[in-house]
T-cell receptor
């Protein structure tokens, strides 16, 4: 599959569960991003990775834990989430960090019950 | 720049009319200004972008204009069609150039 893929596409989890979101890019890009998209704050940047190194963490609560094992894969580990964390989580990649087009994945629709 | 303001938040136009969405940014060093379209249930996709060395760029029915002095840029859609209905986001580089900062989005509805 080409472009940016995300799994799962939908996830329902309880507040005590632990789950992980996966993102994979097949574009040879060096930078990857996690965004949270909700009705109240569209496209809220969470994390930026460049060449597997985290270069930005936008004051995200520790219940969200990112992992970038290589430049093609990005994970978001979730634990003890709150109902207000329900949102669409989008992954994106770009050739390098900075002023370049970002390619988005289809997103994971997360519902926390 | 680090702050990107986008207006209006919603815009309804009649099919065939033009639509204009405007964004302002705060960092005068910003040099890249993309526009993304997000259809319902789909991912955001780039539709046009402009770099600071030009003032206008066109691609068929869409165009982007940039005013560096006033620190604002606008998306223009002419001869709107129902399939133009979507949420449109502008963006500009953040401080230190690590990221893009997105505007809050504009919901465009094209009525047929």
């Amino acid at each position: 599959e080409t472009g940016v893929t995300q799994t799962p596409r939908h996830l329902v989890m309880g507040m005590t569960n632990k789950k992980s979101l996966k993102c994979e890019q097949h574009l040879g890009h060096n930078a990857m991003y996690w965004y949270k998209q909700s009705a109240k704050k569209p496209l809220e940047l969470m994390f930026v990775y460049s060449l597997e190194e985290r270069v930005e963490n936008n004051s995200v609560p520790s219940r969200f834990s990112p992992e970038c094992p290589n430049s093609s894969h990005l994970f978001l580990h979730l634990h003890t989430l709150q109902p207000e964390d329900s949102a669409l989580y989008l992954c994106a990649s770009s050739p390098d960090r900075g002023p370049y087009e970002q390619y988005f994945g289809p997103g994971t629709r997360l519902t926390v019950t | 720049g680090e702050n990107v303001e986008q207006h209006p938040s919603t815009l309804s136009v009649q099919e065939g009319d033009s639509a204009v969405i405007k964004c302002t940014y705060s960092d005068s060093a910003s040099n890249y200004f993309p526009w993304y379209k997000q259809e319902l249930g789909k991912r955001p996709q780039l539709i046009i972008d402009i770099r600071s060395n030009v003032g206008e760029k066109k691609d068929q029915r869409i165009a982007v204009t940039l005013n560096k002095t006033a620190k604002h840029f606008s998306l223009h859609i002419t001869e709107t069609q129902p399939e133009d209905s979507a949420v449109y986001f502008c963006a500009a580089p953040g401080r230190y150039g690590n990221k893009l900062v997105f505007g809050a989005g504009t919901i465009l509805r094209v009525k047929s």
